[in-house]
DNA sequence: ATAGTAAGTGAAAACCCTTTTCAGTTAGAT
DNA sequence: ATCTAACTGAAAAGGGTTTTCACTTACTAT
């Protein structure tokens, strides 16, 4: 279940945080947006609603609503980060080399290999960070 | 087994490319540094032995070693890339939460998984990113 | 409602890392 | 020794992100 933009706002005034007119604009954004957006896009996405804003809130905000846990980040080696809604599901990221294309998957499976790890190293592990890279299939087929 | 300054220069010529001495000293501190290095990092390291190096050229020079396969990449979010001597085992890295000492491990297991999300999503998998978080033994006995 | 105040805003500049440009230099082939 | 495409370094440009700062605004307390 996506949260809702209401929900989020509700986060964010419970938390001491102002509800602006900009920030309500970039949750809306967010949460009515399917695929992992940067930053630029989602500013210019804002601004047709909201045209005075500045990239520099969007920025704010996306920060804000990343260290609430509200939604999540991807990181595109060199390039932009790219941000989407935080599901309720723990997933991963599947990114297109080509394309920037992102794909979520759930189930990663790496209760057995975590044990393993911890056995032989001593760490206390609590969490991990799993991406693959490839190429989609719409990439696949234009090559 | 690391490969040489020397098996890293003739992999240059051998391609066409000059062998200058910029790129012999790049190539000398790559392969003396065990840790991964910034493009900085390694450009002042480089300086010591050659003054009058660019930093262009380090960078050009890395990306061409990178492009070669002769060395691997690490992209940091948002930071710096770093970059090592592409090692001849497929490892993985394990990032203490609270002192940052990391500790390698091989053996990821993801062939079964990569092919489920593969046939799930039609990606072609090529690569992948995994790191687990926790806290070291050393790290856990002091808290 | 009003006033007060800390939080938030946007423009601009600063910051980092990286790439491009370009005129001058050099490795390696002939 | 000569030639030339490859290479170099300085400087500028690029792209994304963060900082700064004077101004504005959402909420709290009257
Ligand atoms: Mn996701
Ligand atoms: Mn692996
Ligand atoms: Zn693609
Ligand atoms: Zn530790």
Redo the contacts between chains.
Sequence with gaps: MRPSARKIASVLTQKGYKLTAQRRAVIDVVVNSRQHLSPAALYERVRRTHPAIGLVTVYRTLEMLYELGLIC?V?R??KS?SYTLAPSVHHHH?V??QCGTV?D?TR??LEV??QR??R??????????????????DC?TRA
């Design positions: 980040r990181h080696g060199g980060r599947l297109c080399a794909a998957f990663c499976d290999l975590q790890i911890s032989e190293t001593g760490f206390k592990i609590e969490g991990h960070l799993l991406q693959f890279l490839g190429h989609c299939r696949q």
